[in-house]
């Protein structure tokens, strides 16, 4: 994350519609079509380094932003493990971007 967010009402009703309709309401990765609600708006840049520049922005699907090459991705392996959105062998089909 960059280190300082927008207010969330910004980031919800501003910046993540943009960002998807930017991207054409598909996850940038797999091309998968996404609703408003089931995408993930991922920063390409994270961290220190990272901002909150549209185009430091991308739509992902959950499955393509749990398997990004990310540490801090880390904490939705677990929860998307469990509900069947990668296999137990994701470790082959984690991606650098």
């Known amino acids: 994350m960059p280190k300082k967010r927008p207010p969330r009402e910004v980031w919800l009703s501003n910046i ?3 960002i998807w309709e ?3 309401r598909r996850c940038v ?4 079509s996404l ?3 089931e995408c993930h708006i991922d920063h390409i ?3 220190k380094l990272g901002s909150n520049a549209l185009s430091n922005l991308r739509t992902l699907c959950r499955r393509c ?3 990004r090459a990310d540490v801090k ?3 939705m392996i677990a929860s998307a493990l469990n509900d069947g959105i990668i296999p137990p ?3 082959e089909l984690v991606w650098e971007g």
Not at 29 to 32: Q, V
Request: glycine letters at 8%; aromatic letters at 4%; proline letters at 4%.
């Open 73 to 75: 991705h880390r904490g």
């Open 22 to 24: 930017r991207d054409q």
């Open 45 to 47: 840049q994270s961290g």
């Open 65 to 67: 932003h749990v398997l």
């Open 29 to 32: 990765r797999c091309r998968t």
């Open 89 to 91: 062998n994701w470790r």
């Open 16 to 18: 993540r519609p943009i």
């Open 35 to 37: 609703t408003l609600q």
